[in-house]
């Protein structure tokens, strides 16, 4: 079984930054692909940012290219959101999700609830 537990959520004034966390445990997370998917509150989910190692392939929403940025840690099980110039419509209850067997371009256009493992995610709330 594999847990995430995301965290680095909180409030922020537009324009602000806030990096997100998520550690994985119970299993090498370092041949799954691993991502960050949000959902707010009347929206459909997005799939925000995803990222394979094993073809070193990434996805990420148009609306955040050049202001958030994806990384991980394979050693530690962590997977990172850091995010810049963050927006009111940034608003949204981030999750993080990992799956074997899918690239990140795939991964980035299911919802998270589909993948096999999720965490309970964490609140960003961007004031105007």
């Known amino acids: 079984q594999v847990q995430l537990e995301e965290s680095g959520g909180g409030l922020v004034q537009a324009g602000g930054s806030l990096r997100l966390s998520c550690a994985g445990s119970?299993?090498?997370?370092?041949?799954?692909?691993m991502g960050w998917f949000r959902r707010a509150p009347g929206k459909e989910h997005e799939g925000v940012s995803c990222i394979t190692s094993f073809d070193n392939s990434t996805y990420s929403l148009d609306s955040v290219k050049g202001r958030f940025t994806l990384s991980r840690d394979d050693a530690k099980n962590m997977l990172y959101l850091q995010m810049t110039n963050l927006k009111p419509e940034d608003t949204a209850i981030y999750y993080c999700?990992?799956?074997?067997?899918?690239?990140?371009?795939?991964?980035?256009?299911?919802?998270?609830?589909?993948?096999?493992?999720w965490g309970q995610g964490t609140q960003v709330t961007v004031s105007s």
């Open positions: 999700a990992v799956q074997p067997g899918i690239t990140a371009q795939a991964m980035g256009v299911i919802p998270y609830y589909e993948f096999e493992y």
């Open positions: 119970g299993r090498t997370l370092s041949t799954y692909a």
